[in-house]
């Protein structure tokens, strides 16, 4: 498994904190340090560069972490084909790929400390989507976003 990661300044702290957390776990992992490379960018930019990737189909697990986890979201949802989700408890992380099959997690590194942030992530990556009744429901989004995006 490989998995992208990458924040804007209010959150490369626990960027870094989390990167080390996957490494212990001998997961690959992938920083764009989109910011590193492109001084003065925002969240709109970082979450852009990382989904755009996600939609190219390189890897279905990502990581984005702003001050609150939202713009991220927001802006990786923008990008047809990925769906993000702010989680800030296990049970939503959980979720977010068992029920929503969402590739990309974001978190806010102004509203969870480091610890439950891995704790977050742990959860996030033990879930695999589970089919069955939510199967339908995530089709369902696939289509009503293709007729957003294609109108
Ligand atoms: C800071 O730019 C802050 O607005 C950002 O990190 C994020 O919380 C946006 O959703």
């Not at 713009?71 to 939503?92: I, L, T």
């Not at 610890?115 to 989507?129: C, N, Q």
Request: proline letters at 2%; charged letters at 30%.
């Amino acid at each position: 498994m490989k998995i992208l990661i990458d924040a804007d300044d209010a959150a490369t702290g626990l960027k870094k904190v989390i990167v080390e957390h996957l490494k212990d776990k001998g997961i690959q992992v992938e920083d764009l340090d989109y910011l590193g490379r492109t001084p003065g960018a925002a969240y709109p930019e970082v979450a852009y560069n990382l989904a755009k990737k996600v939609q190219a189909g390189k890897l279905d697990r990502a990581i984005l972490i702003c001050g609150t986890g939202l713009g991220m979201a927001m802006m990786a949802n923008k990008v047809e084909g990925v769906f993000a989700g702010v989680c800030h408890d296990v049970y939503s992380a959980e979720r977010l790929r068992a029920s929503n099959n969402a590739q990309v997690l974001t978190m806010g590194a102004r509203v969870v400390g480091e610890e439950v942030a891995k704790t977050i992530v742990d959860a996030w990556l033990k879930a695999e989507f589970q089919g069955g009744r939510s199967a339908p429901k995530v089709e369902s989004m696939r289509k009503l976003e293709k007729e957003s995006f294609n109108k």
